[in-house]
């Protein structure tokens, strides 16, 4: 896996095209190793975004059936798990997240997206790549995560997440003569 910042330029090139409005980062975590389009509203402050890449480990994410890794794998997600900004983005049928697998489900074939409203990667897609091929520089990894973001663009997600932002409370002015 990437041990130098190079190795992430293939698929930091494949994901461009689709990183308006984001900070990109190049990431080897262990578990999944790729890069992240992401906006955030400061350190330890909620995030939202896009990850594209590879899973190597799937312990982190027991909800994953199926797994073999290493996969492709795309995931938008919400950061933290729980919190009020999340509520808008994911809860309920007419949610961003929820409008976007309805609509991907049926032409996201045959490796749908799959919908995980309680996980922090709340819409993943994810594939099985042949032996030798999971690599950042493999063509059909690239292909794949430059597919699933023309589709997450497709079905307005990530005009959703370049949009986001969060809602910082302002206490209102002391009151005169206090």
Same mark, same amino acid.
């Given at each position: 896996?990437?041990?130098?910042p190079s190795e992430?330029?293939?698929?930091e090139?494949a994901?461009?095209? %689709?990183?308006?409005g984001f900070?990109?980062?190049?990431e080897?975590?262990?578990?999944?190793?790729g890069?992240y389009l992401?906006?955030?509203?400061g350190?330890?402050k909620?995030? /939202?975004?896009v990850f594209?890449?590879?899973?190597?480990d799937?312990?982190? %994410?027991?909800?994953?059936?199926r797994v073999?890794?290493?996969?492709?794998i795309?995931?938008?997600?919400v950061?933290?798990?729980?919190?009020?900004?999340?509520?808008?983005?994911i809860e309920?049928?007419?949610s961003?997240f929820a409008?976007a697998h309805?609509?991907?489900?049926?032409i996201?074939s045959?490796?749908p997206f799959? %919908?995980?409203?309680?996980?922090?990667g709340?819409? /993943?897609?994810?594939?099985?790549?042949p032996?030798?091929?999971?690599?950042l520089?493999?063509?059909r990894l690239l292909?794949?995560?430059?597919?699933?973001?023309a589709?997450l663009g +497709?079905s307005g997600?990530?005009d959703?997440?370049? +949009?986001w932002?969060?809602e910082v409370p302002i206490a209102?002015p002391?009151?005169?003569g206090?």
């Amino acid at each position: 896996m990437p041990r130098d910042p190079s190795e992430f330029l293939p698929l930091e090139r494949a994901v461009a095209p %689709f990183a308006e409005g984001f900070k990109i980062k190049s990431e080897n975590d262990g578990s999944l190793c790729g890069v992240y389009l992401r906006r955030s509203a400061g350190s330890r402050k909620p995030e /939202v975004g896009v990850f594209a890449g590879l899973l190597l480990d799937a312990t982190p %994410f027991p909800h994953y059936e199926r797994v073999r890794a290493p996969e492709a794998i795309v995931v938008a997600y919400v950061k933290p798990a729980k919190g009020a900004h999340r509520k808008p983005l994911i809860e309920g049928e007419e949610s961003p997240f929820a409008s976007a697998h309805a609509t991907l489900l049926p032409i996201a074939s045959p490796e749908p997206f799959e %919908f995980f409203p309680k996980e922090i990667g709340a819409l /993943v897609r994810r594939r099985r790549l042949p032996d030798g091929a999971d690599t950042l520089v493999d063509r059909r990894l690239l292909e794949f995560c430059r597919g699933s973001l023309a589709l997450l663009g +497709q079905s307005g997600l990530l005009d959703v997440l370049r +949009q986001w932002t969060v809602e910082v409370p302002i206490a209102p002015p002391p009151a005169a003569g206090a």
